[in-house]
């Protein structure tokens, strides 16, 4: 077991904050140090009251499975002995209303472009089979109810 910790501060400032016209504007600072801006998306909350320079949580949402299901192709990809010269993923999440209402990321497509190197290259079929393992062990993924859909490519250099 392992935990994973991040440190969120937001602050209201000079904003009234009753009447609903503040800042969703707040800074996430993760264990290694790192600061990253945060806010609503605007597609939930309209300018000026979010910043749509900052990583809203649906956007971190999809960027942390893109993330997990990257780092577990590259493990797999790296014990079957195939080199990867570069690996790119156009992931979209799509929001739409549960049984209850509720606006939930039901859908995220992960788009990854896979480029090898070297000698050993897998089949297309071998570099399907990786992305669907990497998917059944990412931890993201079995943390989420969003339908996962994995649409890759790969090219030789």
């Known amino acids: 077991m392992s935990e994973h910790q991040i440190e969120l501060e937001w602050l209201r400032g000079e904003q009234p904050f009753v009447d609903h016209k503040y800042s969703r504007r ?3 600072k993760f264990d290694g140090g790192q600061e990253v801006p945060y806010s609503s998306s605007p597609s939930s909350v309209r300018i000026p009251f979010s910043d749509p320079t900052a990583v809203d949580p649906e956007e971190s949402l999809i960027a942390a499975l893109s993330s997990c299901h990257m780092l577990w192709f590259l493990a797999l990809a790296a014990k079957q002995g195939f080199r990867l010269d570069r690996y790119q993923d156009q992931a979209v999440g799509t929001m739409t209303k549960n049984e209850h209402g509720k606006l939930f990321i039901s ?3 992960l788009a990854p472009q896979v480029v090898f190197s070297g000698e050993k ?4 079929e071998e570099y399907q089979h990786l992305h669907h393992l990497a ?3 990412c931890f993201i993924a079995a943390s989420i109810r969003a339908e ?6 790969m090219q030789l250099a």
Do not use: Y
């Open 121 to 124: 290259v897998p089949s297309e």
């Open 107 to 109: 859908h995220i497509r």
């Open 26 to 28: 707040h800074l996430v």
């Open 135 to 137: 998917h059944e062990e």
């Open 148 to 153: 996962v859909v994995c649409i890759a490519s």
